[in-house]
Structures are given as structure tokens and as C-alpha cells.
């Protein structure tokens, strides 16, 4: 799902507008979580083995969830 880019003298369509708004809408959700992930230094995970690894990156989604939760003040 890549979004369409206009052309210099040819703008894109309603249809073709929908459809990048309608990506765009996932897309900047996705992301926002990744960036704040990368951020606490997601990105490298110092652990040995695989089964740590995933035990790291899922204990950092759990804590952006709860942090998440927190500023929703639910």
C-alpha cells in the first residue's frame, strides 16, 4: 500500500486522494508507536538468544501501552 504521488502538471484525482488519506491514517498511527519506541532506544535490543529478544521488545510495547493508558486517563 504505497501512496500515489502527482505528477508536475497533473494533480491526482478525488479517488486517488481518498486513497492516500485512507494509508495515511494507518500509516501515522503505526509509525507514532514505533517513533516512541525507537526513542527509549527500542531499536537495539542487548539481549542473547531470540526468546530474550522477544521478552525486551514485548516488555517495551507492554510499557507503551501503559503509558499509552496513563495519558488517556482511563
Do not use: D
Amino acid at each position: 500500500k504505497i501512496q500515489r504521488k502527482a505528477k508536475p502538471g497533473k494533480p491526482l484525482s478525488a479517488c486517488q486522494e481518498r486513497r492516500n488519506r485512507r494509508i495515511a491514517k494507518v500509516r501515522a498511527r503505526v509509525e507514532h508507536v514505533f517513533a516512541a519506541i525507537h526513542q527509549w532506544g527500542g531499536k537495539q535490543i542487548r539481549t542473547i538468544g531470540q526468546a530474550c529478544a522477544t521478552f525486551a521488545m514485548g516488555m517495551m510495547v507492554v510499557v507503551y501501552n501503559m503509558r499509552r493508558l496513563a495519558f488517556l486517563g482511563a
